[in-house]
């Protein structure tokens, strides 16, 4: 016969299939499904709370309040596909926007997208490569923003169906594209009042330029990467990498004497063809001679180049002290440039390569000049060579191209005024930002405010209401002329902002350009609108009142705004938050919103950033609804992470999710988020806490089961919906009858709702979701549930005292739903809606999402601190009972109990005495019986007794259910091993290099080890010692001679077993020797050390007798 197969395992369960008809409320009539399964419960509700119009601030609600709580998304990028940081967003918004309802106020919580000008085109031009081969120039403009149109209809509102999975409570009705014609209207209406007052301008300054995407670039676009040594890098539209990491010198001739000249470093060496000057520090006594003396370009032989002196620029120490000038692509060179009147040589066209400045280099890309610069500068031995530099390199995170300072005619915004009063706002608590420390952040930002750059050189986004004036045949003033000169431009280009015109339609540009050319022939005006489009955070900036009709006075903009919170991540704090202020105040006169909560980044477990390279980025799709690791690995693979990187990538998935990750639901998912919610603290998220998350789902879920088998036909919920609300008092005077227990988890319930309330209002969602943590798993389902049991169960029990445990239990049920409901919305309806009365009482409130949340102010009559002082005090008594009862072993028995209690001791003025909360400590304590026995008494505690002392009380467990003959060996053996332990670590702290070469740490670990372990022995030679001490002379007997049995069959076995692996051994001439010896002498050493501890055991026992 082969072996007996291992016993099959359970089968696993298999979720119910909600089939609910779209929009209508899921039916929970039927029986309630054994197992918590998130796609069910998490099926419905969301279509239906939808339909309902609930999301509306036009949605009734149980509680009421004369107050409003606005607040509009960040809105996610079109292209954009959930990640944790949306996810974390949306937990945060959903929860509070939930609570401000509950608590009766209007409530708005307005959701949008952002147009996301680069990200969005850029995904669009490679679907035209990869399926037309054209790029969006073949097509022509009007039909490459159709087919943007096209792929925002259809694949647009891809995250927002994740965010409804996630059960964001938003007012969809009221949904907004930043594209919209709507928020088209305001774009043009802020650009030309802001340009009417001077706000916006067009001026020729530096800007970060992607040579790839042909466009200037946000500093939040731009991904910093420090670079230590030399390395390569790959540059699109190079054939080769290029290397970075490293400084070049080289020398400029002097004019005059040739044989003179001076060094200077760059890391950009072909910069040196847009070279005007080389700047020394006037205090330099090395270059004195130079200062004011024409310098020789090597490759612009035209160019004229003098030295001079700037003690901004030029740090003497540095270097060789002098500084090569190159205003128009770097922004120190260009400030140097506007201190001392010199050019602005650009060098680059839009796609990166050389223009006519270069000279021959022109046509030729950035880094190939490079090379050839270094070799004809080597030609002309006036290379000094390379070595390694420490630098800090900028690529563009659209296109991975490293981004150029390029100067380009641009339109700015001056936001000296706008930040000022936005800084003013904060300062005077006007406007309030959360946690605080960000206003240091803040204050960096806008009390040195820098000019805004807002066009982009794209074709998808908000088109600039500029228009460009061209006058056929116009002479230009000397006036104009000279002021031309001094701006570095000539007049009639499109870097003359005279020549430009902000306009809200070309009627109204023409009418402009006619007021600005009084004395021009207005047949002579041609117009052209600028083809460059706003930078997306313009448009993003007046989202709080463009969302609501602005700039005409609509209902919305009358009744929602300002708005009540802004709450986002902390790393656009400058980006959008501040521009949403200035705008705001510039435009409205209004601040947007009262308080901004900023949260933090979610990194991993380890702290670190998520990265595809790292294998580290958890998708929350796969957190809630289950992943394998087959199909991670498989995402990898597929991904566009390079193939050098997936090895690294597929370690980290495989060592974190050895398993993949289960399915735990949008629920476990935002509450797991909650609990990292400490303000100031970053969210390093272990995906464990979720799945833990998921298990108190199940709590939840197996709790109300439990009690919803005795809320039967016959049970009347204890109040109204309004129970939670100031008007419970009505309600409270039901709760007659009610044990001690049932008194204290209504009071811990109080404190519940208590803690909520004050995590709510001080930010801290973490205080939230631990305080409704710790009463449904600590205090309701560990103690209350197991306390109440006998009570529902029992035969024997009083109806009026049944009565008040189930009033009781659906009290606690139905307001610890509601106080988890913010935090947890699907599974608190789906049980909300099984208890009683849901579905038949024309009073109740539909659902749970427009019912009252719990209130201190009405749970605190159910506060009884004297009863939860008695009850600490029962359970800690339990604690007493459970750790004596694991001292012996005793698992599921049950036995009586004795707790004798001092003179006078009791539980307090008014609490419940010892004897009404035996039957508690009974339960708990897994105790048949609990007696109780009075100071003086000293006959009723048998002798054969454990006991502990705890404060007045001492607890005693008999002893006479218990052998203690087996559980002496067991203590004995505990107590040997961790005697060897001790010799081990004492060992190896005793030899002579332990003192000089372990690190102190180590030391102080090994000294506390030895001083715990040693501690442990003790404990166990004590336990043992009072066992053997209340053990009959028989039993002891019996016992000794039991371990001198097992003492004789010890040394036989190792006594055979050293003569077995002695007579194995072959003589030392045999050649077979060495090997057997080797293989055998390590188990023979270790058995003749097992019978010698053997022999001795043996020999101290004959020695010694039972007693």
Same mark, same amino acid.
């Given at each position: 016969?082969?072996?007996k197969s291992?016993?099959?395992?359970?089968?696993?369960?298999?979720?119910?299939?909600?089939?609910?008809?779209?929009?209508?409320k899921?039916?929970v009539?039927?029986?309630?499904?054994n197992? *918590?399964f998130?796609?069910y419960?998490?099926a419905a509700?969301y279509?239906?709370?939808?339909?309902?119009?609930?999301?509306?601030?036009?949605? =009734?609600?149980?509680?009421?309040?004369?107050?409003?709580?606005?607040?509009?998304?960040?809105?996610?990028?079109?292209?954009?596909?959930?990640?944790?940081?949306?996810?974390?967003?949306?937990?945060?918004?959903?929860?509070?926007? #939930?609570?401000?309802?509950?608590?009766g106020?209007?409530?708005l919580?307005?959701?949008?997208?952002?147009?996301?000008g680069?990200?969005?085109?850029?995904? +669009?031009?490679?679907?035209?490569?990869?399926?037309?081969?054209?790029?969006?120039?073949d097509?022509? #403009?009007?039909k490459?923003?159709?087919e943007v149109?096209?792929?925002?209809?259809?694949?647009?509102?891809?995250?927002?169906?994740? !965010?409804?999975?996630l059960?964001?409570?938003?007012?969809?009705?009221?949904?907004?594209?930043?594209?919209?014609?709507?928020?088209?209207?305001?774009? =043009?209406?802020?650009?030309c009042?802001?340009?009417?007052?001077?706000?916006?301008?067009?001026?020729?300054? @530096?800007?970060?330029?992607?040579?790839?995407?042909?466009?200037?670039?946000?500093?939040?676009?731009?991904?910093?990467k420090?670079?230590?040594?030399?390395?390569?890098f790959?540059?699109p !539209?190079?054939?080769?990498?290029?290397?970075?990491?490293?400084?070049h010198?080289?020398?400029?001739?002097?004019?005059?004497?040739?044989?003179?000249?001076?060094?200077?470093?760059?890391?950009?060496?072909?910069?040196?063809?847009?070279?005007?000057?080389v700047a020394?520090?006037?205090?330099?006594?090395? *270059?004195?001679?130079?200062?004011?003396?024409?310098?020789?370009?090597p490759?612009?032989p035209?160019?004229?180049?003098?030295?001079?002196t700037?003690?901004?620029? +030029?740090d003497?120490e540095?270097?060789t002290?002098?500084?090569?000038?190159?205003?128009a692509?770097d922004h120190?060179?260009?400030?140097c440039?506007?201190?001392?009147?010199l050019?602005c040589?650009?060098?680059?066209?839009?796609?990166?390569?050389?223009n006519?400045?270069?000279?021959?280099?022109?046509?030729m890309?950035?880094?190939?000049?490079?090379e050839?610069?270094?070799e004809?500068?080597k030609?002309?031995?006036?290379?000094?060579?390379?070595?390694?530099?420490?630098?800090?390199?900028?690529?563009?995170?659209?296109?991975?191209?490293?981004v150029?300072?390029?100067?380009r005619?641009?339109?700015?915004?001056?936001?000296?005024?706008?930040?000022?009063r936005?800084?003013?706002a904060?300062?005077?608590?006007?406007?309030?930002?959360?946690p605080?420390?960000?206003?240091?952040?803040?204050?960096?930002?806008?009390k040195?405010?820098?000019?805004?750059?807002?066009?982009?050189?794209?074709w998808?986004g908000?088109?600039?209401?500029a228009?460009?004036?061209?006058?056929?045949?116009?002479t230009?003033?000397k006036?104009?002329?000279?002021?031309a000169?001094?701006?570095?431009?000539?007049?009639?280009?499109d870097a003359?902002?005279?020549?430009?015109?902000a306009?809200?339609?070309?009627k109204?540009?023409?009418?402009?350009?006619?007021?600005?050319?009084?004395k021009?022939?207005?047949?002579?005006?041609?117009?052209?609108?600028?083809?460059?489009?706003?930078?997306?955070w313009?448009?993003?900036?007046?989202?709080?009142f463009?969302?609501?009709?602005?700039?005409?006075?609509?209902?919305?903009?009358?009744?929602?705004?300002?708005?009540?919170?802004?709450?986002?991540?902390?790393?656009?704090?400058?980006?959008?938050?501040a521009?949403?202020?200035?705008?705001?105040?510039?435009?409205t006169?209004?601040?947007?919103?009262?308080?901004?909560?900023?949260?933090a980044?979610?990194?991993d477990k380890?702290?670190?950033?998520?990265?595809?390279?790292?294998?580290?980025v958890?998708d929350p799709?796969?957190?809630?609804?289950?992943?394998?690791?087959?199909?991670?690995?498989e995402k990898?693979?597929?991904?566009?992470l390079?193939?050098?990187?997936?090895?690294?990538?597929?370690?980290?998935?495989?060592?974190?999710?050895?398993?993949?990750?289960?399915?735990?639901g949008?629920d476990?998912?935002?509450?797991?988020?909650?609990?990292?919610m400490k303000?100031?603290k970053?969210?390093n998220?272990?995906?464990?806490?979720?799945?833990?998350?998921?298990?108190?789902?199940?709590?939840?879920?197996?709790?109300?089961?439990?009690?919803l088998?005795?809320?039967?036909?016959?049970f009347?919920p204890?109040?109204?919906?309004?129970?939670?609300?100031?008007?419970?008092?009505?309600?409270?005077?039901?709760?007659t009858?009610?044990?001690p227990?049932?008194?204290?988890?209504?009071?811990?319930?109080h404190?519940?709702?208590?803690?909520?309330?004050r995590?709510?209002?001080?930010w801290?969602?973490?205080?939230v979701?631990?305080?409704?943590?710790k009463?449904?798993?600590?205090?309701?389902?560990a103690?209350? @549930?197991?306390?109440?049991?006998?009570?529902?169960?029992?035969e024997?029990?009083d109806?009026?005292?049944?009565?008040?445990?189930r009033?009781?239990?659906? @009290?606690c049920?139905?307001?610890?739903?509601?106080?988890?409901?913010?935090?947890?919305?699907?599974?608190?309806?789906?049980?909300?809606?099984?208890?009683?009365?849901?579905?038949?009482?024309?009073?109740?409130?539909?659902?749970?999402?427009?019912?009252?949340?719990?209130?201190p102010?009405?749970?605190?009559?159910?506060?009884?601190?004297?009863?939860?002082?008695?009850?600490?005090?029962?359970?800690n008594?339990?604690?007493?009972?459970?750790?004596?009862r694991?001292?012996?072993?005793l698992?599921?028995q049950?036995?009586?109990?004795?707790?004798?209690?001092?003179?006078?001791?009791?539980?307090?003025?008014?609490?419940?005495?010892?004897?009404?909360?035996?039957?508690?400590?009974?339960?708990?304590?897994?105790?048949s019986?609990?007696?109780?026995?009075?100071?003086?008494d000293?006959?009723?505690?048998?002798?054969q007794?454990l006991?502990?002392?705890?404060?007045?009380?001492?607890?005693?467990?008999?002893?006479?259910?218990?052998?203690?003959?087996?559980?002496?060996?067991?203590?004995?053996?505990?107590?040997d =091993?961790?005697?060897?332990?001790?010799?081990? !670590?004492?060992?190896?702290?005793?030899?002579?290099?332990?003192?000089t070469?372990?690190?102190?740490?180590?030391?102080?670990?090994d000294?506390a080890?030895?001083?715990?372990?040693?501690?442990?022995?003790?404990t166990?030679?004590?336990?043992?010692?009072?066992?053997?001490?209340?053990?009959?002379?028989e039993?002891?007997?019996?016992?000794?001679?039991?371990?001198?049995?097992?003492a004789?069959q010890a040394?036989?076995? *190792?006594?055979?077993?050293?003569?077995?692996?002695?007579?194995s051994?072959p003589?030392?001439?045999?050649k077979?020797y060495?090997?057997?010896?080797?293989?055998?002498?390590?188990?023979?050493?270790?058995?003749?050390?097992?019978?010698?501890?053997?022999q001795?055991?043996?020999?101290?026992l004959?020695e010694?007798?039972?007693?």
């Open positions: 016969m082969g072996k291992k016993k099959e395992a359970k089968p696993k369960a298999v979720a119910p299939v909600d089939k609910t008809p779209e929009g209508k899921k039916d009539s039927q029986a309630i499904p197992e *918590y998130p796609s419960v998490e509700w279509q239906w709370w939808e339909k309902m119009g609930m999301f509306k601030p036009e949605a =009734k609600t149980e509680a009421k309040s004369e107050e409003k709580f606005v607040m509009v998304i960040p809105p996610p990028n079109v292209t954009g596909t959930l990640h944790l940081g949306h996810t974390l967003m949306c937990a945060i918004e959903d929860a509070l926007t #939930r609570w401000h309802r509950m608590n106020k209007t409530t919580w307005l959701p949008g997208t952002d147009h996301a680069i990200a969005t085109q850029t995904v +669009v031009e490679k679907k035209l490569m990869r399926e037309q081969k054209k790029t969006r120039r097509l022509g #403009r009007d490459f923003l159709e149109w096209k792929w925002k209809n259809q694949s647009g509102s891809h995250i927002c169906r994740q !965010l409804r999975r059960g964001s409570s938003c007012d969809w009705t009221r949904e907004a594209f930043t594209m919209d014609e709507k928020l088209n209207k305001a774009v =043009k209406e802020a650009f009042r802001m340009y009417e007052k001077g706000l916006i301008y067009r001026k020729e300054r @530096l800007v970060n330029w992607s040579c790839r995407l042909q466009t200037a670039i946000s500093q939040i676009e731009v991904d910093n420090e670079v230590d040594k030399p390395t390569f790959s540059v !539209l190079h054939d080769k990498p290029v290397e970075f990491g490293v400084i010198k080289f020398r400029y001739p002097l004019k005059s004497d040739p044989s003179k000249y001076i060094i200077v470093a760059t890391t950009r060496i072909e910069t040196m063809l847009g070279d005007v000057a020394v520090h006037p205090s330099d006594e090395r *270059y004195k001679d130079m200062v004011g003396k024409e310098i020789q370009h490759i612009i035209d160019r004229k180049m003098t030295v001079i700037d003690d901004v620029l +030029v003497p540095f270097g002290g002098a500084v090569k000038i190159t205003p692509h120190n060179d260009f400030e440039g506007m201190r001392h009147g050019p040589i650009n060098l680059l066209d839009n796609e990166g390569k050389m006519e400045n270069a000279g021959k280099y022109k046509g890309r950035r880094f190939v000049v490079r050839k610069i270094i004809e500068l030609e002309k031995g006036l290379y000094e060579g390379k070595g390694e530099n420490k630098m800090v390199l900028g690529f563009c995170s659209r296109s991975g191209d490293v150029e300072p390029v100067l005619p641009q339109w700015w915004v001056d936001c000296d005024n706008m930040a000022k936005s800084c003013d904060v300062e005077s608590g006007e406007l309030q930002i959360l605080a420390f960000h206003i240091k952040t803040w204050n960096a930002f806008m040195t405010p820098q000019p805004w750059c807002i066009s982009r050189q794209l998808w908000h088109r600039i209401p228009y460009f004036i061209t006058i056929d045949g116009y230009a003033s006036e104009e002329e000279e002021k000169k001094q701006g570095g431009y000539e007049v009639g280009t003359d902002a005279n020549f430009w015109v306009a809200r339609d070309e109204e540009a023409m009418a402009k350009a006619i007021e600005r050319f009084p021009v022939d207005k047949t002579k005006i041609k117009l052209k609108q600028d083809e460059d489009v706003l930078d997306t313009f448009s993003s900036g007046l989202f709080p463009s969302t609501m009709g602005w700039p005409d006075k609509t209902a919305d903009l009358e009744n929602y705004f300002p708005g009540s919170l802004l709450e986002t991540g902390h790393d656009i704090l400058f980006f959008w938050v521009r949403m202020v200035m705008m705001s105040l510039e435009l006169d209004k601040l947007p919103f009262k308080t901004v909560f900023l949260h980044m979610v990194r380890l702290g670190r950033k998520m990265s595809k390279s790292l294998g580290n958890v799709i796969h957190v809630m609804e289950g992943v394998s690791l087959q199909v991670l690995l990898i693979r597929s991904g566009n390079p193939k050098s990187e997936h090895k690294k990538a597929e370690i980290a998935q495989r060592k974190d999710f050895p398993k993949g990750i289960p399915e735990c949008a476990a998912l935002r509450y797991g988020l909650m609990t990292y303000q100031g970053s969210i998220l272990d995906i464990n806490v979720v799945v833990n998350c998921r298990h108190f789902c199940n709590k939840l879920w197996q709790a109300t089961k439990f009690a088998a005795f809320f039967d036909q016959g009347k204890p109040t109204t919906n309004a129970s939670f609300s100031p008007a419970f008092a009505d309600a409270a005077a039901e709760l009858d009610t044990s227990q049932d008194k204290w988890i209504l009071s811990k319930l404190t519940c709702v208590s803690e909520c309330k995590g709510f209002l001080e801290e969602l973490a205080t979701a631990e305080a409704c943590k009463f449904w798993l600590e205090e309701f389902c103690n209350y @549930l197991e306390m109440v049991k006998p009570v529902l169960y029992g024997s029990t109806a009026k005292s049944k009565a008040a445990a009033r009781t239990l659906y @009290l049920i139905d307001a610890g739903l509601r106080l988890l409901h913010p935090l947890m919305p699907f599974v608190t309806e789906e049980l909300w809606q099984r208890l009683p009365g849901r579905n038949h009482d024309p009073a109740a409130c539909e659902s749970i999402m427009v019912s009252a949340y719990p209130s102010e009405a749970s605190k009559r159910w506060a009884n601190e004297s009863v939860e002082k008695a009850m600490e005090e029962a359970v008594l339990v604690g007493t009972i459970r750790s004596l694991a001292q012996v072993n698992a599921k049950k036995v009586e109990v004795y707790i004798k209690r001092q003179e006078k001791a009791s539980f307090g003025e008014g609490a419940p005495t010892l004897e009404e909360l035996s039957p508690v400590i009974a339960t708990l304590g897994s105790a019986e609990i007696k109780i026995v009075e100071a003086k000293t006959t009723t505690i048998p002798k007794c006991s502990e002392v705890m404060n007045q009380y001492t607890v005693a467990l008999p002893l006479h259910t218990v052998d203690l003959g087996k559980l002496s060996v067991t203590y004995e053996k505990k107590a =091993k961790k005697l060897a332990e001790i010799k081990d !670590l004492g060992a190896k702290m005793a030899r002579p290099t332990y003192a070469k372990t690190p102190q740490d180590i030391k102080d670990k000294t080890n030895l001083k715990q372990k040693q501690t442990e022995e003790k166990l030679r004590t336990a043992l010692n009072y066992f053997l001490s209340v053990m009959s002379p039993e002891r007997k019996a016992l000794h001679e039991s371990k001198i049995k097992t004789e040394v036989k076995k *190792y006594s055979d077993e050293v003569k077995k692996l002695t007579d051994i003589p030392k001439e045999d077979t060495k090997k057997v010896i080797h293989k055998v002498g390590p188990k023979l050493k270790k058995a003749e050390s097992q019978l010698r501890t053997a001795e055991t043996l020999k101290r004959k010694t007798t039972a007693a």
